[in-house]
């Protein structure tokens, strides 16, 4: 372990090098902290056509029936349940809230993007918004 530090210092050419590598680093586990920072799913259904506009809390079917599950989303664009643990991005995911036939996955990132727009005005984390409209939106390009 000595012998790898001294290798890792004594590979920098000055200290100037060795600030921007440490500097690198920590931004790094910083950007990897963000993949655990999960809140509540409060919005309204992003599924293209629905007319319901009412945010609410939403659940996991599965288990909806034992102890509730309810989802929650981090600003890598990945949703989960809080009961089962089950996470997937969350253009893999499927949507029911009765006001479109049966469970839809999301096929339109303006629908999802005009959700994520009156999510964004109810928290004051614009940081955590601005992360997950960038990530979603990677999704959608890279899905097609």
């Known amino acids: 372990m000595n012998l790898f530090i001294f290798f890792l210092f004594s590979s ?11 500097y690198f680093l920590i931004n790094f586990f910083k950007k990897l902290s963000y993949i655990n920072d999960y809140i509540n799913l409060y919005i309204a259904c992003p599924v293209e056509g629905s007319s319901n506009n009412q945010s609410y809390y939403w659940d996991h079917f599965d288990c909806w029936e034992r102890n509730g599950g309810q989802m929650q989303i981090n600003s890598g664009g990945f949703l989960r349940s ?23 996955q999301l096929r339109n990132i303006e629908r999802l993007a005009e959700v994520l727009n009156v999510m964004s005005k109810a928290t004051t984390d614009q940081l955590f ?16």
């Open 12 to 22: 920098f050419e000055n200290k100037k090098n060795l600030i921007k590598y440490i």
């Open 82 to 104: 809080n009961e089962c643990g089950q996470t997937d991005a969350l253009i893999n995911w499927r949507f029911n809230c009765g006001y479109h036939h049966g469970f839809q």
């Open 129 to 144: 918004i601005g992360r997950l409209l960038g990530s979603v939106s990677a999704m959608f390009l890279n899905q097609n």
